[in-house]
């Protein structure tokens, strides 16, 4: 089991940027994929991206593709996101998971453990 912690959220203009931040603690952080997932109001938690153990590997929703980059840095316990080009529709707030499966898809079943989220606010 791993504890985790979102932190970067905020309030943003469209077109504009923003870095999230993930830590680990608790695990040996480089044995679990990661996952960045979000939930608008009203709406269903919805995948965002994933990156693999190493680092090696990445895949994003459509709705975030050319915007938005995860990576990690297991040195450091951390997995990224970054947030670029942001749109009003992009207003959620941030997830992080983490899954002991090696390539765990986009159903958020697959991921044991989870962080608080961190809101993510773009106005138009």
């Known amino acids: 089991q791993v504890q985790l912690v979102e932190s970067g959220g905020g309030l943003v203009q469209a077109g504009g940027s923003l870095r999230l931040s993930c830590a680990a603690s608790?695990?040996?952080?480089?044995?679990?994929?990661m996952g960045w997932f979000r939930q608008a109001p009203g709406k269903e938690r919805e995948f965002v991206a994933r990156?693999?153990?190493?680092?090696?590997?990445?895949y994003y929703s459509d709705s975030v593709k050319g915007r938005f980059t995860i990576s990690r840095d297991n040195a450091k316990n951390t997995v990224y996101l970054q947030l670029n080009s942001l749109k009003p529709e992009d207003t959620a707030v941030y997830y992080c998971?983490?899954?002991?499966?090696?390539?765990?898809?986009?159903?958020?079943?697959?991921?044991?453990?989870w962080g608080h989220g961190t809101q993510v606010t773009v106005s138009s």
């Open positions: 990156i693999t153990r190493s680092g090696s590997s990445t």
């Open positions: 608790g695990g040996t952080f480089s044995r679990y994929a």
């Open positions: 998971a983490a899954s002991d499966v090696y390539w765990p898809g986009t159903n958020s079943d697959k991921y044991d453990d």
